[in-house]
C-alpha cells in the first residue's frame, strides 16, 4: 500500500524527487536493498512505496511519456514523469493523491532541482492533460507495457504460455503482507485466538492463508491492511514473523524426525530457519556466505526466542567452515537464483539481470547441490527450493539433479508455483539419498 506522505508529514516534492533519482541509479545498475538505506528514515518509507511503483509501471509511463511529449526528455525530466505518472489515480487503493495534489507537487519537485527548473512550465501542462484523460488506463492497457526485459517476457511465455497473462498481471499487483505465527510461544489454541483477536483489536484485517499447492498453512495469516512490520501487535515479542505463503511451504515439506540434525544452506534472512525450529525438536546449521545477512539470521532466531542453532559463515559450494565434518539428516537447499518469482517484492531484478546471468546462476546452483549432497546422511532428505519461474532452476535443473546425484530418489513436491494475488513464484524438488 502506498504511503501516504502527506498524513506521514513527508513532503511529497521531495519524495518524488528522490524516488526519481533512485530509480535513475536502479537503471544504472545499483540495487534497491543498496539504496534504500541510504536514504533519511523520515523519507524512506514513502520512497520505497513510490518507487516500487514507477518501476511496475515504467514501460507504461515510458508509452505516454513518447506520446506527449514533442521531444524525448533528459533522464532527470523522464524519471520526474516516470513518478507522477505513477501516482496517477488508477482506481487503487495505491495511488490516493488527489490530481490537484499530484500537479502542485510535480511541480514543486521540478523545482529543487537546477536540471529540471526549467521544465516546470511542461511538466504542470503535461500533468494537467494527464489527469483530464479519464480513459488513460484503457488507451494504455497496463497488461500490454510489462515491466521486464524482452528476454524475460519471451522465457515465461515459452514456459507457460497459458498462465502468461496472470503471472504478469500479477506484476502489477501488491506483494501480500503474510505473517506467520511463532507456534512455540502461541502454543495453544487459546493463545492464538488471543492473538489474533489483539490484531482485530489494534486495527489489522486478515484472513487466513488459502492452500497453496494443496497444503493448508494454518499458521499463515494475510494482513489486508498492511502497515511497518514494527507497528503490528507482537513483534518485538517475537510472536509472529514476515514470510510469504510460498516460502512457508519449506518447513512443512522437509518433515523431519525429533532430534535430527539440520542444515539450512544458504539461509538469510533466517526464515526458514526459525520455521523448522518452531516446528519440530531439532538442531539447525545454519550456513550463509554473506557476514551482515549471517548476522540478521541471529538477529531474528533470537527475537523469536529459538534455541538449538548455530550460525557458520562460509560457501555453500565449498568448505562449510566449522560444520565441515557434520553430516545431516536433511538439508534445505535454497539457493541463489533468478529471484524471478519474487519481482512484486524486488520491483529492481528485471533491471538489474541479464539473460545470460542465468546460465551462471545454474552453475553456482549444481556447485552448491553437489557439495551439499556429499554432506547428507544415507537416508537422510535435501530439499531443492528457489524462489524462481524459470525452468533452468527449477524443473531442469531437478532433471539434472537426477542424472548426476548417485544413490537419488526423488519424492513427492509440489514442482513450480506460480506468483498469484497471494503467493509468490517458488519451485520446490525432494530428494532422498540410498
Not at 513483534?235 to 512457508?248: M, P, R
Request: contains cysteine; glycine residues 4%; aromatic residues 8%.
Amino acid at each position: 500500500m502506498l504511503v501516504d506522505s502527506a498524513k506521514k508529514g513527508v513532503n511529497l516534492a521531495e519524495a518524488i524527487v528522490a524516488s526519481a533519482k533512485v530509480i535513475s541509479q536502479v537503471q544504472a545498475g545499483q540495487s534497491l536493498s543498496q539504496l534504500l538505506p541510504t536514504l533519511d528514515n523520515k523519507l524512506r518509507p514513502a520512497v520505497q512505496s513510490i518507487v516500487f511503483q514507477a518501476l511496475r509501471k515504467a514501460s507504461w509511463a515510458d508509452a505516454i511519456i513518447q506520446d506527449y511529449l514533442s521531444r524525448a526528455p533528459s533522464d532527470e525530466l523522464r524519471q520526474l514523469l516516470r513518478v507522477a505518472i505513477a501516482l496517477l489515480p488508477d482506481g487503487s487503493e495505491q495511488n490516493t493523491y488527489s490530481a490537484h495534489t499530484l500537479v502542485n507537487e510535480t511541480v514543486k519537485a521540478a523545482a529543487l532541482s537546477k536540471k529540471t527548473f526549467h521544465a516546470k512550465g511542461l511538466l504542470n501542462a503535461v500533468m494537467r492533460k494527464l489527469i483530464g484523460q479519464t480513459s488513460l488506463y484503457q488507451e494504455y492497457p497496463l497488461d500490454q507495457y510489462l515491466p521486464f526485459p524482452q528476454w524475460w517476457q519471451n522465457k515465461i511465455q515459452r514456459a507457460y504460455p497459458d498462465q502468461f497473462t496472470s503471472i504478469y498481471r500479477s506484476a502489477y499487483q501488491a506483494a501480500p503482507l503474510t505473517i506467520r505465527l511463532n507456534l512455540k510461544k502461541l502454543n495453544t489454541q487459546e493463545k492464538i485466538k488471543a492473538y489474533l483477536d489483539s490484531l482485530s483489536t489494534a486495527g489489522f484485517d486478515w484472513i487466513d492463508c488459502p492452500t497453496i499447492s494443496g497444503h493448508n498453512l494454518m499458521q499463515a495469516k494475510i494482513i489486508l491492511n498492511p502497515k511497518p512490520v514494527q507497528l503490528i501487535p507482537g513483534f518485538d515479542l517475537g510472536l509472529f514473523s514476515v514470510q510469504d505463503a510460498s516460502a512457508q511451504l519449506a518447513a512443512k515439506l522437509i518433515d523431519v524426525p525429533p532430534k535430527a540434525m539440520v542444515l539450512d544452506a544458504c539461509a538469510a534472512p533466517g526464515g526458514k530457519t526459525a520455521h523448522i525450529l518452531e516446528t519440530y525438536d531439532v538442531t539447525v546449521d545454519a550456513v550463509e556466505i554473506d557476514p551482515e545477512r549471517a548476522a540478521r539470521i541471529d538477529e531474528n532466531l533470537r527475537r523469536l526466542g529459538l534455541e538449538n542453532y548455530r550460525i557458520e559463515v562460509a560457501d555453500a559450494s565449498a568448505n562449510l567452515g566449522s560444520f565441515e565434518q557434520e553430516r545431516y539428516d536433511a538439508i534445505l537447499a535454497d539457493v541463489p537464483c533468478s529471484a524471478s518469482g519474487i519481482f512484486r517484492r524486488h520491483p529492481d531484478i528485471p533491471y538489474l539481470r541479464l539473460a545470460e546471468d542465468i546460465s551462471q546462476l545454474v552453475d553456482i546452483q549444481r556447485k552448491i547441490l553437489t557439495n551439499l549432497w556429499s554432506r547428507l546422511k544415507p537416508g537422510g532428505k535435501l530439499l531443492y527450493v528457489t524462489c524462481s519461474i524459470f525452468p533452468d532452476e527449477g524443473e531442469e535443473q531437478a532433471q539434472w539433479l537426477m542424472q548426476h546425484l548417485a544413490g537419488i530418489t526423488r519424492h513427492e513436491a509440489p514442482g513450480q508455483i506460480l506468483p498469484s494475488e497471494f503467493n509468490d513464484g517458488f519451485y520446490y524438488a525432494l530428494f532422498s539419498k540410498q
